[in-house]
């Protein structure tokens, strides 16, 4: 004698298939959840332009700025902030254009260019540079650690190598600027002012 199976309601069979996925953890959404940024941060050099003109230049007295490395919370377009000596978060809603390594790059450039130092862009120049500018981008963050004075700090550790490539000059530069509130744009703001101090600070060096 042939038994049937009993067919399996559609519905019922859904739903057992969800209970065994969510066994095994959440599903992957791609996207995630957070919201798309109303708008997206950048940094901008606030030393003036220099003119733009066909010249020759001697290789020896140009500069390649290269993109600063960064530490692990820099790599990402979040904004981090630091809540406590061991604590970190990101603050919601602020998302970089780029990476912010790469904005200060930019930034690095035009105020070193703005002094009369010819500088070259590695996305753009295959000559050999006289000088070579590396360094690391420490520190790019929102502290909150004192309520009472919340500021952003950068920080970057600069490398000077010549055409050897051996380093001959290393230091470190420091700048932290006020927030007036914790919206995006003001930190943004505020970041900017404290990146253009640290740029000058390098183009100062370096013109030395």
């Given amino acids: 004698m042939i038994r049937r199976r009993p067919s399996l309601d559609l519905p019922a069979a859904v739903a057992a298939a969800a209970f065994v996925l969510s066994a095994c953890g959440p599903l992957v959404q791609i996207g995630g959840n957070a919201k ?17 003109t066909a010249t020759t230049t001697d290789p ?27 604590s970190i ?6 998302s970089w254009a780029e990476q912010p390594n790469r904005e200060f790059q930019r930034v690095l450039a035009d105020t070193i260019a703005a002094r009369g130092i010819p500088v070259l862009d590695p996305r753009q120049s295959t000559a050999a540079s ?6 690391t981008l420490q520190d790019f963050t929102l502290d909150v650690r004192n309520p009472a004075a919340v500021v952003v700090r950068v920080r970057y550790d600069a ?7 051996v380093p ?4 470190r530069f420091d700048a932290s600027a006020p927030v007036a509130t914790q919206n995006p744009a003001d930190v943004a703001v505020a970041l900017n002012t404290a990146a253009n101090s640290v740029a000058a600070d390098v183009a100062t060096w370096i013109a030395r």
């Fill in 36 to 52: 798309t940024p109303a708008s997206l941060l950048a940094l901008r050099a606030t030393a003036a332009p220099p003119p733009v």
């Fill in 60 to 86: 020896r007295a140009t500069v390649l700025v290269l993109v600063p490395a960064v530490p692990g919370t820099l790599q990402t377009l979040r904004l981090p902030v630091l809540v406590t000596d061991t």
């Fill in 130 to 135: 006289g000088r070579t500018l590396s360094g």
């Fill in 168 to 171: 001959f000059a290393i230091r």
């Fill in 159 to 165: 490398a000077l190598t010549g055409v050897d490539k």
């Fill in 89 to 94: 978060e990101y603050l919601t809603g602020a």
